[in-house]
């Protein structure tokens, strides 16, 4: 086998892999946005009229489309979930880059140990995790109890069921997802730049600004995409930790597809929110070719 060939071989098993757990599913959901709901098993219309086995007509239909663009629910919901995701990733990027920072810049026996706490909550059930918040943050919880001991509180705060424990929980359950790309990135940094900028005049703060910054955008990015993307479509957070204003379009999917049992729109509401996710990256990878061709 020549190398040509090879390298086609291993080529194929991603793509594969893609087309057999992605694109295969995928077109399964996108043929049942088109259909209509009914209660029947499965609950939801044939795509193709058939008659004795022969297909002959097409009964696709766009209303849940239409559903999920006029109706307000839906689009606040979006709204929501986009707002919650971007303003949760940032508050990640700003707790994980000095974190992916430090270890990078740690002697290279201690890195192994701080990556390994880095991704130590992954060792516990992610569900077991925020019923651990809950267990702080409730009024009779940890966090209320420290506070009024110490004197800084009278009653308990509300920190339960509000918009700041849904960020809360988002940025602790996805934190590793930003600091392992950030390190990746920071830790191959050669750190004679650095030297020759401070030889330049560069004080730190400029140095950092005008190297290592620059030079982290990939990390910076990977890390942003890794958070966002699920946070957007997150629903066991905000549904334990959120109260009743926290509409996010996880819920509203959740309750389509297993309350209203709406296959249909609920095909719909993911195929839609798969083409709001899909951009960003399309967009980054735009970008880095373009960056490409230029260097």
């Known amino acids: 086998m020549n190398a040509a060939a090879r390298r086609r071989a291993v080529l194929t098993l991603p793509w594969l892999w893609t087309a057999l757990f992605f694109l295969l599913p995928f077109a399964v959901v996108l043929k049942i946005s088109f259909a209509e709901s009914q209660l029947s098993i499965p609950p939801y219309t044939a795509?193709?009229?058939r008659v004795d086995g022969v297909i002959v007509g097409l009964r696709a239909t766009l209303a849940n489309y239409r559903?999920?663009?006029?109706?307000?629910?839906?689009?606040?919901?979006?709204?929501s979930s986009l707002k919650i995701a971007a303003i949760a990733t940032?508050?990640?990027?700003?707790?994980?880059y000095p974190m992916a920072y430090g270890i990078a810049r740690a002697p290279a026996s201690h890195r192994v140990l701080l990556l390994v706490l880095v991704m130590l909550p992954f060792w516990t059930s992610f569900l077991?995790?925020?019923?651990?918040?809950?267990?702080?943050?409730?009024?009779?919880?940890?966090?209320?109890?420290?506070?009024?001991s110490l004197g800084f509180i009278d009653a308990p705060l509300a920190l339960l069921n509000t918009p700041g424990a849904v960020y809360l929980g988002i940025v602790y359950a996805y934190l590793p997802f930003m600091v392992l790309p950030l390190y990746a990135r920071l830790e191959r940094l050669d750190p004679a730049l650095l030297e020759a900028a401070a030889d330049l005049g560069a004080k730190p703060w400029r140095a950092f600004l005008h190297v290592t910054l620059p030079l982290s955008r990939p990390g910076i990015a990977a890390g942003c995409l890794l958070v966002f993307i699920p946070a957007v479509g997150e629903f066991v957070i905000p549904e334990l930790l959120g109260g009743p204003d926290t509409l996010m379009i996880?819920?509203?999917?959740?309750?389509e597809f297993f309350s209203n049992r709406d296959w249909p729109l609920s095909a719909a509401i993911t195929v839609v929110l798969l083409m709001v996710l899909v951009t960003p990256i399309a967009l980054l990878q735009l970008a880095q070719s373009r960056t490409l061709r230029r260097a």
Not at 67 to 75: G, H, I, K, N
Not at 90 to 96: E, Q
Request: hydrophobic residues 60%; glycine residues 8%; aromatic residues 16%.
């Open 47 to 49: 795509l193709f009229e």
């Open 67 to 79: 559903m999920v663009f006029t109706d307000s629910l839906y689009v606040t919901a979006y709204f």
């Open 90 to 96: 940032l508050l990640t990027l700003l707790l994980g």
């Open 128 to 148: 077991v995790r925020i019923y651990a918040w809950i267990g702080l943050l409730r009024p009779t919880g940890i966090i209320n109890a420290a506070l009024e």
């Open 250 to 255: 996880g819920k509203v999917l959740w309750n």
